[in-house]
């Protein structure tokens, strides 16, 4: 139960005093230790999780690379062997695909196979050859002007694209390895169906296909709109995103409006993380940005968490009335849109706001308060802010959880005596971090990305000063991913390289769930919880 | 069945994106028509859709002026006009997101100018029409409207500054002068002064004005940079830094807005630093204890220095068209809504001070409060021109950095170094070498990456000419746009050019331009210039 | 909302003698909660309070109204608010169908089926998670844009930038499908239903907590959304949402004159969001703890 629960030894240290660090302890041997060594241990096996998180990810990494070239290898062999020992029809499905399956009575799988590669082509061949011959340029030719004395004036002839090459290249080429893929499985049903035709099985008919589409591959079906919207709306944005890292392309070079942009390699991660040569304003601002924004990631998180425990175990205090109406007013902060609340809130607490106002009507102050002019201020009055926003969140994930403790737990501890305190530190606390582990870290995350409340608070203000050579005017409170925005809205709008912040956020919130991953108690095996 | 339903699915909707995509690949626009035998009137005569973008309190006047250009123009041009609310503070980042679907013509405020000319978003004003501009317009107007020495917009107002608002119960006549003197009786009323110094550069700029500094930003016809000169970080700027030290710390009193709301807040301001749009809000908020003047002066080491302001403006701009009717037809109807009679009833209507040199004239504009005021202050502006869209983020800083340092020499050198720093950083200059502008870098001259390498006494530069009808390119110092180095100055290798360029006529820039595609490799001693193709 | 409160027997006890320290303590906790609900409502309740203010139109240092009226209430019909509000009632509608059959379909799956690609695809979609969204929305408008799905047209290309990637989020319905004993599923397959029928006639009654908080969720985002809006629409109050038309209201050159506006656009906006709210928060609770705390 909890979080004292550690996997069976590993390997065994020697007997030596001290705490193991390298070796892990059993249940028996960790339950011997002392508070403190308790704590040694578990903070050396944190440290130790984070660069074994990393490798195991790039171990993972490794394998999967090997055992997708192996896979990789043995389907050539496959289509190969399938090519030799294959009958007239089997070869010709090569070729014209589906051609195995209809000529063996499979029509429904046949035709679409067929219709599938008719349609590549056809793209291929009007559009799909266009983008692709274009992709490693970008583009030729930029947009022309042009003076029409007799009218006097100008007008413009618009010609390559670089956005859309870029954009429909990368298209094409996830139409491309579609076809290969489905190529495959043309070449491996040929294969199948020669096979178990000349074996005398009958072949499932397409009728029998349609109905396993709610049946056994029901999956399939299910999972056909879902993953076709993330591919077009998630993936490809993503890849695109990634590869305007390696470009140019900003305000100056829209790619088609103004003037191309084209491919530029490194230059760009050169200019944010200046490893070699230029000033370090970029490396500087983004270490400070970071910096923050792990900070408030952390504040905020755990803020909420004990805060919202704190006031959700309050209402259900034994004794307590109106419990749902505390909870009803509470989360009208969930209730109301945030660019309501959370604006007229930011106009609240300025300088001449009514918060400032009210205080120094009443004489608990002689000057405003500087909620959002002194970086200090602003951050502890985001953080705060933050928690009028988050707790009800807290509050209600509490309330549920709080009513599956098991009853048996308390009443053990009951008996053997407990305080108040220690029920909670022996059983509410541990069983709350056992359950929401997995919640805490998209929680974390999801605050490193927290646009809304830093983005309608304070904009990422007050400026700070350091940071003024680096694009976008960033200020004390900026997030990396408000600042991606103030690059991406800013007077030069650069977008590669608010494309390098992306990419960077992407691999620090990568590591920080890898490591925090593969120490989480609670989410090492899905199938417990069924 | 396997994948396969799924993957037709996907497919389809791959297909259907890229099909869209693919529609609309070679831009086959009609071409300008350059005959020169149609004339004019009945050539752009048509009806036309046009999408305007204006600020919400203009919108209904101008749907009424495009009515009326419709009933008035001579040339058959019928516009069918969708007006559209927009600040002009943000039209130009607007625009930019997508110029295809952005307005044929908007509204926006000069500041934009360069941007929106880089981003391709407005068309260049033909010769008349420039001619017009420049005659009509005064001269903060016309340097408004002005990058290079190409026009690209019309002006519509040239009374975008600012001044103080004040009110006359809490404030003393005897006191407006002097921003000390201000201070002190906002204090002792137990209110505010509100003067956007935190976040806007465009105010804190009004201390560096006084002092004289300046930041006076150079850019070439394609709304590039191409040289700053900027003492904002000097003795002078120092002293500035002093005067707005002054402001910033006084805690207790400065708000860091230009909202005329303040003067009903809680606590309210007694004095706020806005501009003439703000005026009929001002009136309605204070009433007759209304004051507006021009800014006071801050007096640093016993002498006086009077607060400066930007003297800017609002422009009209129109989008670049494909259709060169269209284009036409835009430009009638924005010389329709910038002349005389237009900027007149702008100024009846809305307050809008004129930027046309015969309405400032008219008894109404000249006995406006407002308009005195911004006169009056005008007298302590700097046309505002063309400044770098950064630069706005860069000096904005300014104001906090100085608010939070102890005020020392030292401590107010601090923040000036970090401005210095930070527009070193975002205008990369090195004042020593030579540069190959050209087709390659945009004939950006700031642009580091073709600076030619230096090896002794000379300067070489290797260039990929991947066509040879347009890629040209000549050499300069940086910082100076004028060609220092170019093809009179080439002694070996001049046949590998187009021999076109032999003629001074085709050629005043004297721009080298290669005759066939390949790589050259360019070498110059300061006098003269040897090409190599590899 | 009485099973909650049997979680601690010791509690029961110590409640029956009422003890001097218990009602102390229940005390401090009734101050907490009063001052809690103070700070939670007052922003809202100066909301309400600046929609009825009619003496101004702008900012002012003060929360009650010198005039109380309707004027701004009255005054939104003259704007484009009406039809902003349309907008975002339709897209909440369409998101929270769409949204919720996607996200349904993804958890279902990922819940009940052991497919090859099955660990691969979480795994997947958990990296997809770690980038920003912000940039995609360039690319987005470009595609939307060339399925003629922006400006007038906004609203059908949200309601498709809503729910497309919508699968994303599947971890809460998934955790609590996990939830759901796979037995029952098994007992309906050997009476014969096809895996379909299991999911339409078992599983999504029993689900219903689940898909209530789903459209819940969905159902709400559209209102809030003002970035990706903003950049979808460019300014044609045709297809703008309520958050972009009402923030534009609050740029330098009009917010003197409709920040009241601004209140009581907010207030309108507010009221079916927080009513649906309240009505279905029990079934909001049961989402949220069945399913995020698994994730």
């Known amino acids: 139960m909890g979080l004292e629960h550690f996997a069976p030894t590993l390997f065994c240290g020697t007997n030596q005093k001290g705490i193991k660090i390298m070796a892990r302890y059993s249940d028996l041997e960790y339950l011997k230790l002392s508070k403190w060594d308790k704590f040694l241990y578990k903070l050396g096996r944190f440290l130790i999780a984070i660069p074994l998180g990393i490798g195991h990810f790039f171990q993972k990494v490794g394998r999967g690379i090997v055992s997708g070239a192996a896979g990789f290898g043995r389907g050539l062999k496959d289509i190969g062997s399938t090519f030799k020992n294959g009958d007239g029809i089997t070869k010709g499905s090569f070729v014209v695909m589906g051609l195995g399956n209809m000529a063996r009575g499979q029509f429904l799988r046949g035709i679409l196979f067929l219709l599938f590669e008719i349609i590549f082509i056809f793209y291929m061949v009007t559009t799909g050859g266009y983008w692709l011959s274009m992709l490693p340029s970008l583009g030729h030719q930029g947009p022309m002007e042009e003076y029409n004395p007799v009218l006097d004036t100008y007008s413009t002839v618009y010609h390559d694209n670089s956005f859309k090459i870029l954009l429909y290249g990368v298209l094409t080429i996830f139409f491309i390895i579609a076809f290969i893929y489905t190529w495959r499985q043309n070449v491996k049903q040929a294969k199948i169906t020669q096979e178990m035709t000349e074996k005398g099985i009958r072949l499932k008919n397409g009728k029998e296909d349609l109905r396993s589409l709610v049946d056994e591959s029901f999956y399939k079906t299910l999972l056909a709109l879902p993953l076709t919207g993330i591919l077009i709306f998630t993936v490809l944005p993503i890849v695109f995103m990634i590869l305007v890292a390696f470009t140019n392309y900003d305000g100056a070079h829209d790619g088609y409006f103004n003037s191309l942009f084209k491919w530029v390699g490194l230059e760009n991660f050169n200019t944010m993380l200046s490893w070699s040569g230029g000033s370090k304003v970029y490396s500087a601002t983004f270490g400070e940005v970071l910096t923050w924004t792990l900070i408030w990631a952390f504040f905020a998180t755990f803020s909420n968490y004990f805060l919202g425990m704190f006031v959700a175990m309050m209402i259900n205090k034994k004794g307590i009335r109106f419990k749902k109406g505390w909870r009803t007013i509470l989360v009208m902060t969930i209730a109301i849109p945030q660019f309501i609340s959370l604006l007229y809130v930011s106009k609240m607490f300025a300088r001449n706001g009514i918060v400032n106002g009210f205080l120094l009507d009443m004489g608990w102050i002689k000057q405003s308060l500087p909620f959002w002019d002194d970086p200090t201020w602003a951050r502890i009055t985001v953080i705060l802010i933050n928690i009028w926003i988050g707790i009800p969140y807290l509050m209600l994930i509490v309330t549920g959880i709080l009513m599956n403790i098991p009853a048996d737990l308390y009443e053990s501890a009951k008996i053997d005596g407990a305080s108040g305190w220690k029920q909670f530190s022996k059983i509410t606390l541990p069983y709350m971090l056992f359950i929401t582990g997995p919640y805490l870290l998209t929680q974390f995350t999801g605050n490193m990305n927290n646009f809304n409340v830093i983005f309608l608070l304070t904009g990422g203000g007050p400026t700070n000063p350091a940071a003024s050579g680096a694009s976008g005017a960033v200020g004390f409170t900026d997030l990396l991913v408000t600042w991606l925005f103030k690059i991406t809205t800013g007077a030069e709008s650069k977008y590669y390289l608010a494309s390098v912040v992306g990419i960077l956020i992407f691999i620090v919130v990568a590591i920080i769930s890898l490591v925090v991953y593969n120490i989480l108690p609670s989410v090492k095996n899905e199938e417990d919880f069924q | 069945m396997k994948k396969v339903l799924a993957l037709v699915l996907a497919v389809c909707m791959v297909i259907g994106l890229a099909a869209c995509g693919g529609g609309s690949t070679p831009a086959n626009n009609t071409p300008a028509n350059n005959s020169n035998n149609v004339a004019p009137a009945s050539e752009i005569a048509g009806t036309y859709k046009v999408l305007v973008w204006c600020p919400a309190e203009a919108k209904a006047l101008t749907t009424k002026q495009i009515e009326a250009f419709n009933k008035d123009n001579k040339l058959g041009i019928v516009i069918e006009a969708t007006v559209n609310e927009m600040s002009e503070s943000e039209a130009g980042t607007q625009v930019l997101n997508d110029v295809s679907a952005g307005p044929d013509l908007y509204f926006f405020a000069q500041d934009q100018l360069a941007r929106l000319v880089q981003g391709a978003g407005i068309a260049k004003l033909g010769e008349a029409a420039s001619k017009k501009v420049k005659d009509e317009s005064d001269k903060a107007a016309v340097a408004a409207a002005t990058t290079g020495d190409q026009i690209y917009a019309y002006p519509l107002t040239s009374d975008n500054g600012y001044f103080m608002y004040y009110d006359k119960s809490v404030i003393k006549e005897e006191d407006v002068d002097s921003l000390e003197k201000l201070i002190e009786a906002c204090k002792a009323a137990g209110k505010r002064f509100s003067m956007e110094t935190d976040t806007s550069a465009w105010y804190i ?204 020499d030292a401590g107010l050198q601090k923040a000036l170094d970090n401005y210095k720093a930070a527009i070193d950083e975002l205008f990369k200059i090195d004042y020593s070498g030579k540069i190959f502008v050209g087709a390659w870098n945009e004939w950006n001259n700031a642009d580091e990456k073709f600076a030619m390498t230096k090896d002794g006494n000379n300067f070489t530069i290797t260039l990929d000419v991947p066509q040879s009808d347009y890629m040209g390119g000549r050499i300069v110092t940086p910082g100076d746009w004028g060609t220092e180095l170019g093809y009179a100055q080439v002694t070996t290798g001049k046949e590998l050019m187009n021999p076109e360029m032999a003629d001074p006529a085709k050629n005043g820039d004297n721009n080298i331009v290669f005759a066939a595609p390949g790589t050259y490799t360019v070498t110059t001693d300061g006098t003269s210039i040897t090409i190599v193709k590899k | 909302m009485s099973k909650q409160e049997n979680y601690d027997p010791s509690e029961i006890k110590r409640h029956m003698g009422m003890s001097a320290k218990n009602r102390i303590s229940n005390t401090v906790i009734y101050i907490v909660l009063i001052i809690m609900s103070i700070v939670w409502l007052a922003p809202f309740v100066f909301i309400v309070l600046q929609s009825f203010r009619v003496e101004s139109t702008w900012m002012v240092g003060y929360v009650v109204p010198k005039t109380w009226g309707l004027d701004n209430y009255i005054n939104l019909a003259k704007t484009d608010f009406w039809h902003w509000y349309t907008n975002t009632f339709i897209m909440a509608l369409a998101t929270a169908v769409g949204q919720t059959v996607i996200v349904l379909c993804m958890s279902y799956t990922l819940s009940r089926f052991r497919f090859k690609m099955r660990n691969g695809l979480m795994r997947f979609m958990l990296i997809l998670g770690m980038f920003p969204g912000m940039l995609s929305m360039i690319i987005l408008y470009r595609l939307l844009k060339d399925l003629n799905m922006t400006q007038a047209n906004a609203v059908p290309g949200l309601i498709l930038v809503y729910i497309a990637s919508s699968g994303m989020g599947y971890y809460v319905s998934k955790g609590f499908f996990d939830t759901v004993p796979k037995t029952l599923d098994e007992a309906a397959r050997i009476d014969g239903a096809t895996r379909a029928q299991v999911l339409w006639k078992i599983i999504l009654p029993m689900a219903k907590p689940i898909v209530i908080y789903t459209i819940l969720t969905a159902f709400m985002g559209p209102w809030g959304d003002f970035v990706v809006a903003r950049y979808i629409s460019m300014n044609t109050p045709a297809g703008m949402n309520v958050a972009v038309g009402l923030n534009s209201w609050l740029s330098a050159d009009q917010i003197i004159s409709r920040y009241t506006m601004f209140c009581a656009g907010g207030v309108i906006v507010a009221i079916p969001v927080t009513i649906l709210f309240m009505c279905l928060q029990r079934y909001y609770v049961e989402g949220v703890t069945g399913g995020a705390v698994k994730g």
């Open chain 2, 205 to 408: 700029a009004s201390f560096f004005f006084a002092t004289g500094c300046v930041s006076e930003w150079t850019a070439d016809k394609d709304g590039v940079f191409t040289n700053v000169k900027d003492t904002f970080n000097s003795p002078e700027g120092l002293i500035a830094a002093k005067g707005l030290y002054k402001l910033q710390s006084a805690k207790d009193v400065h708000v860091s807005s230009s909202n005329v709301a303040d003067f009903s807040a809680n606590p309210a301001s007694a004095i706020v630093v806005s501009g003439t749009w703000a005026y009929n809000d001002v009136k309605k908020i204070l009433g007759d204890n209304m004051g507006a003047t021009d800014l006071p002066s801050f007096n640093v080491d016993g002498k006086d220095y009077h607060m400066g302001s930007f003297n800017g403006c609002k422009l009209l701009g129109v989008k670049p068209q494909t259709d060169v009717k269209k284009g036409a037809a835009l430009n009638q109807l924005a010389q329709y809504l910038t002349d005389y009679d237009h900027q007149v009833e702008r100024f009846n209507e809305l307050g809008w001070g004129p930027a046309n040199l015969e309405a400032q004239k008219i008894d109404a504009v000249k006995n406006n409060a407002a308009q005195v005021a911004i006169n009056a202050q005008n007298q302590y502006a700097t046309v505002q021109g063309q400044i770098h869209g950064s630069w706005w983020d860069i000096a904005k800083v300014i104001g906090t950095d100085v608010g939070n340092s102890d005020g020392s």
